[in-house]
């Protein structure tokens, strides 16, 4: 029985993407450099539920590119503004971050550095690199976990959901309804009923008759 090849097919990077770096200026002789600073859309999904990076909004790259022995090593800064909801108020929040990166693309078939895990290691395609999962891994992690507006916000109002900020003097009258149990009772014996005939009721007729 005769079995076709089966053919892979490389998904490759595409080099104007915007964290695609290319190196084809850095020569592979171990010392050499070039510097990256550009400005880049922010990719989908650069955060967590309650804030993140806004697809599409800037990302400032400072990076230094180094060839070394088994590859590229890239180190240097990202930075950003994310945008959520304060977890207290539900108010907008906004918070500058910045990372750092030192991630190390090492050349096909190169062996990692030895205090290097080589899970940790990525390969450069060419000489391309694929930066956005190490963006994404860097700042996912650097964004608060519970954003607030200020630290000592106070919230919303468990009963009306107010802002309390806004009013800080903003509060309800609450009674124990164990009291309030007694109060009505008190106004209800101090009303006439229909029982009750009261002074002018037709009892106080006949006595005044008689």
């Keep these: 029985m005769c079995t076709r090849p089966v053919l892979e097919i490389a998904i490759r990077l595409n080099p104007r993407a ?3 770096l290319v190196t084809h200026e850095l020569d592979r002789r171990p010392g050499s450099m070039i510097t990256v600073v550009r400005d880049v859309p922010a990719p989908t999904d650069l955060g967590t539920d309650v804030i993140g990076v806004a697809a599409g909004s800037e990302l400032h790259l400072d990076l230094r590119l180094e060839s070394v022995m088994e590859g590229v090593l890239v180190t240097g800064s990202v930075r950003g503004t994310a945008t959520g909801e304060c977890i207290r108020c539900l108010t907008e929040v906004e918070q500058e971050v910045e990372v750092h990166l030192t991630e190390l693309f090492a050349y096909p078939g190169k062996q990692p550095l ?6 940790e290691v990525h390969e450069l395609e060419g000489d391309l690199i694929d930066l956005e999962p190490v963006v994404r891994d860097a700042v996912v992690p650097a964004l608060p976990f519970q954003p607030v ?5 106070p919230g919303l109002c468990s009963q009306c959901g107010a802002r309390l900020a806004d009013d ?3 509060h309800h009258d ?3 309804p164990r009291w309030a149990t007694l109060q009505g009772l008190a106004l209800d014996e101090g009303q006439p009923t229909n029982e009750d005939p009261g002074p002018h009721g037709p009892g106080s007729e006949r006595q005044e008759e008689n």
Excluded: G, K, T, Y
């Excluded at 030895?114 to 899970?119: K, T």
């Design 149 to 153: 507006c200020r630290d000592d916000c």
């Design 114 to 119: 030895e205090d290097v895990d080589e899970d």
């Design 18 to 20: 915007p964290l695609v």
């Design 168 to 170: 800080p003097d903003h």
């Design 174 to 176: 609450v009674v124990d």
